[in-house]
């Protein structure tokens, strides 16, 4: 594979064994090229500045600068650069914030490491356009649909959007009816299938 059809990974997690073992497998694969490794957001945020890589893969808690708000400057200042957060949970709040900050999609860490990096799933999360089309879905309930699909009920979708109950519920009905889909799965396979979240 030439150089310009590689994959530009840089990874940004303070735990140097984790860094350090996904940085050994991507060296592996002759579809990814490693960028660089930082050790906490701020050092992401420069170096995706320096070095304009494809995808960081990006922790959630970091020292110094965390992984919401490093996603956020990384996506306003390069908007071409795909952040893929590793978490540890689906369920922790903060990656509905990195979500909501720009991130592309997420990946568990209690996954193999070669799963995480497996660069036919990469190249998958990182091809699918942002601002694609959702269906004839409105923004508000795109972002209601990633909610759903990220396992939160009614009550904390419309505390986390400051509406009520009564408007999630309506938008959930409309999203559904849009999509042909009926229930909570069919919505996270929907919301995975368009980049929204991953599975």
Same mark, same amino acid.
């Given at each position: @594979?030439?150089?310009?059809?590689?994959?530009?990974?840089? /990874?940004?997690?303070? &735990?140097?064994? =984790?860094?350090?073992?996904?940085?050994?497998?991507?060296?592996? %694969?002759?579809?990814?090229?490693?960028?660089?490794?930082?050790?906490? !957001?701020?050092?992401?945020? #420069?170096? +995706? %500045?320096?070095?304009?890589?494809?995808?960081?893969?990006? %922790?959630?808690?970091?020292?110094? @600068?965390?992984?919401?708000?490093?996603?956020?400057? /990384? #996506?306003?200042? &390069?908007?071409?650069?795909?952040?893929?957060?590793?978490?540890? =949970?689906?369920?922790?709040? &903060?990656?509905? !914030?990195?979500?909501?900050?720009?991130?592309?999609?997420?990946?568990?860490?209690?996954?193999?490491?070669?799963?995480?990096?497996?660069?036919? #799933?990469? *190249?998958?999360? +990182?091809?699918?356009?942002?601002?694609?089309? *959702?269906?004839?879905?409105?923004? #508000?309930?795109?972002?209601?649909?990633?909610?759903?699909?990220?396992?939160?009920?009614?009550?904390?979708?419309?505390?986390?959007?400051?509406?009520?109950?009564?408007?999630?519920?309506? &938008? /959930?009905?409309?999203?559904?009816?849009?999509?042909?889909?009926?229930?909570?799965?069919?919505?996270?396979?929907?919301?995975?299938?368009?980049?929204? /979240?991953?599975?």
């Amino acid at each position: @594979m030439t150089e310009s059809l590689r994959l530009s990974v840089l /990874i940004a997690d303070d &735990h140097t064994l =984790f860094r350090s073992g996904l940085a050994a497998l991507l060296d592996k %694969d002759p579809r990814v090229k490693l960028a660089g490794q930082a050790a906490n !957001g701020e050092e992401a945020v #420069r170096m +995706v %500045d320096e070095l304009s890589p494809d995808v960081v893969l990006m %922790d959630l808690k970091m020292p110094v @600068m965390e992984g919401v708000e490093a996603t956020q400057l /990384i #996506r306003g200042r &390069h908007p071409e650069v795909a952040v893929i957060i590793l978490s540890s =949970f689906s369920g922790d709040v &903060h990656l509905l !914030g990195a979500l909501e900050a720009g991130a592309r999609g997420y990946v568990l860490k209690d996954t193999s490491i070669s799963t995480i990096i497996n660069a036919d #799933r990469l *190249y998958r999360m +990182v091809s699918s356009k942002p601002h694609e089309s *959702y269906d004839g879905l409105t923004a #508000r309930e795109v972002e209601v649909l990633k909610l759903v699909a990220l396992g939160l009920p009614n009550k904390q979708i419309a505390y986390r959007l400051k509406v009520s109950g009564k408007t999630v519920s309506n &938008h /959930i009905s409309n999203l559904y009816e849009k999509l042909g889909i009926e229930g909570r799965s069919q919505a996270v396979i929907y919301a995975a299938r368009k980049g929204l /979240i991953e599975l």
